[in-house]
């Protein structure tokens, strides 16, 4: 067995003694305990080398519960994965096979060329996915007209897996048809268009699923929430315990939404998405493109500018299939238990937890550096 330090590549000598070892279905209460309690190495296993749990509790270990101490990986490990360590706040791995030491010592080299690494735990940056390049992509798309060319400028710009996170909205509608007319995914660009299948989602988002797979002959891959994540959320709080309290209701968001997304988004160099300046004052000011320093990726709005005029006149031109909700009223929507239609005029915030006060409508898919909601959920 050798433990490996990720950053630098090399062999640690005399390696501290693990304090904790985590399980891959750890839950906040053991985090919180993990990261409360000692400051020495917590250790997250890994059953498999295809069970990415582990990347996600790194993360949260750092962000949400702030614990700046050891992270060490153990169990199934391949040298592949030390890029997604590095970037999900692991130090260390442990090295089962003495043979494959060379092989990871090579690859974290490569890793080490290409990337550069932050302070302590860093999220590493990508040269060309900087901050910077971020800066000149959003003027570029500011000054190409139309969507298929800013679709076919992202594919040309970001290198690596683009993800698009779509609700099956009329803004993602959109920008799926464009993707399609670009043909980017036939040249070989890497966009991975998927929908967080949270199991409460109306039969018609479904519909529109398929609707669209037949229409453009593009897979939208579902992402399900963790199946004991959610059974556990249930046996504590009831089949519609979301509707008990705020916290009750976050709790259920960050199982079914929050969580997904952050493990479909783990390794992307970039993020698609259907945020629109017009949608509320917190999103007034939403760029075309931003480096998003917390999850280490470009974040893409190409439809940021848009009106809702020039929206549904591009929905009806190019006869783009829609969820057929939005015909009954429906205008932001999200789970069914938690979506309502609305009346003509209403905010289309109103359709969403209306049970509960405004300022407390967030489920955290878009959030700041400073972990404070920037941009209302779709
Ligand atoms: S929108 Fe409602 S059902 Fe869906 S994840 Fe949030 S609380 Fe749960």
Redesign the pocket.
């Known amino acids: 067995m050798v433990l490996v330090e990720l950053a630098t590549g090399t062999i640690v000598a005399d390696p501290d003694e693990v304090a904790t070892v985590l399980e891959p279905t750890a839950d906040e209460a053991a985090l919180s305990a993990a990261a409360g309690g000692n400051a020495g190495p917590i250790a997250i296993a890994f059953p498999s080398f295809t069970d990415g749990r582990g990347f996600s509790l790194a993360r949260l270990l750092r962000e949400r519960h702030g614990f700046k101490g050891e992270i060490r990986a153990v169990g199934h490990l391949i040298p592949d994965h030390g890029q997604f360590l590095l970037r999900s706040g692991f130090d260390t791995a442990e090295i089962t096979d003495p043979d494959a030491v060379q092989v990871w010592k090579a690859s974290l080299e490569r890793i080490r060329h290409n990337y550069q690494p932050a302070v302590r735990n860093p999220l590493p940056l990508r040269w060309d996915a900087s901050s910077k390049a971020a800066g000149m992509l959003d003027e570029t798309l500011g000054k190409t007209g139309d969507l298929v060319s800013r679709i076919k400028e992202v594919a040309a710009q970001i290198e690596g897996r683009i993800a698009f996170s779509t609700s099956l909205g009329l803004e993602d509608q959109v920008i799926l048809h464009a993707i399609a007319k670009s043909g980017v995914i036939k040249s070989g660009a890497e966009i991975d268009v998927f929908t967080l299948d949270?199991?409460?989602l109306f039969p018609e988002v479904l519909e529109t699923v398929e609707l669209s797979e037949l229409r453009y002959r593009i897979r939208i891959r579902l992402v399900a929430?963790d199946a004991q994540e959610v059974e556990e959320l249930v046996s504590r709080d009831g089949v519609y315990g979301?509707r008990q309290s705020v916290e009750?209701?976050?709790?259920?968001?960050?199982?079914?939404?929050v969580r997904p997304l952050n493990r479909a988004l783990e390794g992307a160099q970039g993020w698609i998405t259907g945020l629109r300046r017009e949608h509320s004052d917190a999103r007034a000011e939403v760029p075309l493109a931003a480096w998003d320093a917390d999850r280490g990726l470009t974040k893409v709005n190409p439809v940021a500018d848009w009106s809702t005029d020039t929206l549904m006149a591009y929905i009806a031109a190019n006869n783009i299939p829609v969820n057929p909700l939005h015909a009954r009223g429906f205008v932001s929507i999200?789970?069914?238990?938690?979506?309502r239609a609305i009346q003509p005029g209403e905010n289309p915030r109103a359709g969403?937890?209306w049970w509960e006060n405004e300022d407390k409508k967030e489920?955290g898919l878009h959030v700041n550096e400073n972990g404070k909601e920037k941009e209302k959920a779709a």
């Open positions: 949270t199991g409460r929430p979301f009750n209701r976050k709790g259920c968001c960050e199982i079914r939404k999200g789970c069914a238990p938690c979506t969403r937890w489920c």
